[in-house]
């Protein structure tokens, strides 16, 4: 590993070795938000367990999210990560909020690779936040639930039906800990988050008998590790209006395990949950936030 | 119950691009299978060689995937990163087809591999519909032509056997099978000594192993020979192959070898055949010698080129003026005739004075045309300065004003002088202070513009920009590589050129696709960018003439992605002819904050060697020699200068090695690290100080957009007096306050290369040729307490330490909030501190706590603390 996805406050990690195994060889994945962040070290840990990759961003502006999304830069070098690694990529440009291209993207998915055997639900964002409920607009709710929560669904709408006609399959919701708990000032996002832990259930619920499982990761505050561009703490930091090394701050101090969370770590629950080692995983909450929620 | 799925890999032909394939593979699904749902040609590029075990895994695995429910086929084109030639649309590869095996069988995917190899029409191919075909016997003429062509395949591979696949009817298809009436069974020749003809032709052909039956029903699955025979039409026999790259071998010569089989003893020993013509025999024999290179061309010999190529194309555009090649070739002409009438003949300097527009362009190439050496001298630069260079240069004439140029009988025609000979002189500022001309021919700049040509792709489709002086060489790289490559040059004028959002606009509205920024100006433009309009035609970004810092790139390739605009930096220098060595910028080396300026261009080399001229051990620095075919002819007039810099080449008696005075090292693949000039190294107590390491982690600052570094003192061997000062220039939104930035990069650096100070500015101010402008940097910011303290505090150890701090600085008062590095402080400051505090019986002072608590009143806090 190149200083990447796990850095060196890591304690403890369980993952796979530095080279890399074949745990998930000949299996297709489809990571949304791919360009950056999670998206990127969840898609490069899962091609160097093996997997073929379809890679989707939105690539561009979102009106109405105070930051920029990844970029088409960002995701060809995420495929070019992947490549590296010994994955075959396919990558498309995809808002989440538009059903027609998922299927599009999942159609082409599957001619080039076959079959699509996992899903990794990524795509999210964490602002416009930072005030209370009541000084929401209409608009800034109707993105973040659309974004966040209405993203996943629809993913699951363009790629559930082929997991459960082929009789297999793996579905991982990237939540939070706003999932499992509250946090001040971002009520929506923690109603999408909340909102996905339940989906999460009630599916797993609609393809158990299809062999197909879903599953949600709930990550705790996630380091902005430099290779992978990641600027979500950033970002939540700025719409709290705190210096991001502060809230960094914060955050260690309030975890039991005194670290934040390395997107390493929250990408090994997930290749856990996509491979066959979690067979009998399903409707679970997977957490990694070094004991945030435990007390 | 057929397989599952049938998969297929075959090579590609060079010539095939993918574009061609998609197109060749839709039309041929269309024809087939009129109204189905058609196979897409997916394309992947695998980051390793053809012949790695990766590609052979990965050839592997996409032979193993299954074919998607409701798909026929699917076409997989791999790429590889040896096949790789950056711009050239066609490169190598392999085609993985794989078809669903309920519907389509192996032979089939054999058929579409030809279709799409370009050897078989597609509407030469037969899907299936109806009855299949009675048997076809194997014929003689089929067996005889087979044969030959295994001797002949054989005597170019010494193989001793050879297989070749032979026509045969088919049997069993699937529904929607291709080619019914061709099957194929295998004839292996035994080529091996000692055999003769009648047993060769006595070689049954075989079906491949596993297949029920005899001859007639090939196995599925089975890999084809390479070599095919085409069916014949009805019942005739076989025929060879008529694409362009089915045969591997000359068809004159397998139709030679056949002729000999007709009609020699069946006895023949197989090596008496033999496929070469008497003639090429002959021809074999003669050759050994290699064709010589073409002779390297003039500048003004490779422009008629264009001329005459597309003499109404726009060559020149300036303000609202445009001249085509052809009448940028009269007017040139018409001044060559004026330059003549001026006295000006082959081989003297002339002057050129002019603004950037279109007649600078016309007269430089006049010069040329009167096979004369042009001496360009920037009509910005003070007027005793050029008065003094066009002096010491010696030339004929001064051109200032082009209409003298005009009306003038034409020239005497006469033999110009060879490529070798000097195109002009360009000055570069010396360390000493006087300019030195550097006399470059004609034949390097050809040189130049042919070793990227095909890498960039430089075509007549592109417009460049002329933004560079011509008295810097960035223009001769501008001008000749529009020109000689038949594209279009836009002239900035030069007030444009210092407005960066006017620049922009430029851009936009001539639809620029080739740029050339130095970095810095660059900088400026990536700020303009992000308020200014659409640059959708930019295709390629060349920087060079200064160092290149690639951190602060990211954000112009989330807007710019690299696939639709490369970025390129190119090390080089006046005395080379432009450019060294280039290297493709992505978002993977700016993240890595790679400072790799390349490998050498296709012509150039690249050498680092010691001060006796010996190479350094791998990964070492070491002067940067510069040999090949941009090293200039020598500095103009200055024999014993042109002799220390121009040295011979110790592994080459005819080449001669440019020394760069420049610090470089050569990493293991080849590419070219740029340390910085040799005379810049400054040292504290040994350290080097790396301005260029320090502005580094400047960069990486998320708050920072540029920064420039400056290193005063210390050349005269004290230590103490070195003194580093750093210039930021916030990122969008990131605040104006310096201190986190000095707080980060004292995290970052060793202690003696840390910032004294960090002044912030809007933005850094640029020379005439877009460089950093040092000499126009502010006086270091400094933040000292407004107001005198209020009462300087007595108790130990603030008192002790006001004292410390006044003995060793040099200053009269200092109050709590004095800042010691505005105070002038630096490291040896700083180690000096520290000593004096435990001879007076303070506790020491780590060097870093000054870093971290730089006020006087900070630091007694935490020396309080720690007591």
Redesign the interface.
Known sequence: MTGGDRGPAADGGTGPPAGGGARLA?RTALVTGAARGLGRACALALAREGA?LVLLDVAGELPGVPY?LG????L??TA?LC??A?A???TRQADVRDLAALEAAADAA??????IDVLVNNAGIAAPSGRPAHEITEAEWQLMIDVDLGGAWRAIRAVGGRMA?QGSGSIVNIASTAGLVGYRHFAGYVAAKHGLVGLTKAVALDYAPRKVRVNAVCPGSVRDD??M?GRMLAEIARSLEVPVAEHEAAFVRDQPMNALVEPGDVADAVLWLASDESRRVTGSVVTVDGGFTAR | MPPAHHTLTVSLPPTVTDTALATALAAAAELWWPGGRHPRLWSETVPAPAGSDTAARRRAAEARRPVAPGHRLRAVLLRYADGLRAGAAATDGDLVLTADGSALDARSLRLVARVLRGELAADAVTPLDGPLAPDLRLDEETRRLAAALAVTVGRYTGEPAVRVAVPVPALDRPPYALGALDGYAVLTADLSPGRTVAELLATEPVAPAGAPGPLLAPAEGAEPPALELAAGTGAGPATLPTAPDALPVPAHQVEHVRRQLLDGPPGTPLHRLDPLTASESAEQRALGTTPKAPAPLRIDEALAAQVAARPDAAALTAGAVTLSYAELNDRAEEFADGLYAHGVRPGDLVGLCLPRSADLVVAMLAVLKADAVHVPLDPEHPADRRERTARDAGVRLTVGDPAALTGHPPRPAGERRVAGAPAYVIHTSGSTGRPKGVLVPHANVTALVDAVRDDFGLCPDDTWTCFHSAAFDFSVWEIWGALLTGGRLVLVDHWTSRSPEDFHALLVRERVSVLSQTPSAFTQLAAADRTGGDLSALRLVVLGGEPLDTRPLLGWFDRHPEDRCRLVNMYGITETTVHVTAATVTRREALAGSRSVGRPLPGWSVRVLDAHGRPVPPGAPGEIHVGGAGVALGYLNRPALTAERFVPDPLDPAGRLYRSGDLGRLGPDGALEHLGRIDDQVKVRGFRIEPGEIRHVLLEDPAVSAAAVTVTGGRDGDAAAVRIDAYVVPAPGAGEDPGPVRERAARLLPAHMVPATVTVLPVLPLTANGKLDAARLPAPGTRRTPEPAAAPREAAPDGVLAAIWRDVLGVAEIGPDDDFWDLGGNSLYAIRIGTLARERGLPGIPLRQLYLTPTLGALSDALAREA
Do not use: I, T
């Open positions: 000949g073929d920029p970029s088409a830069s960002q060809a070098h070019a490549r590296e010994g075959a990529v396919l599957e001619e080039r690779f076959g079959r006609a430099a290779a561009e």
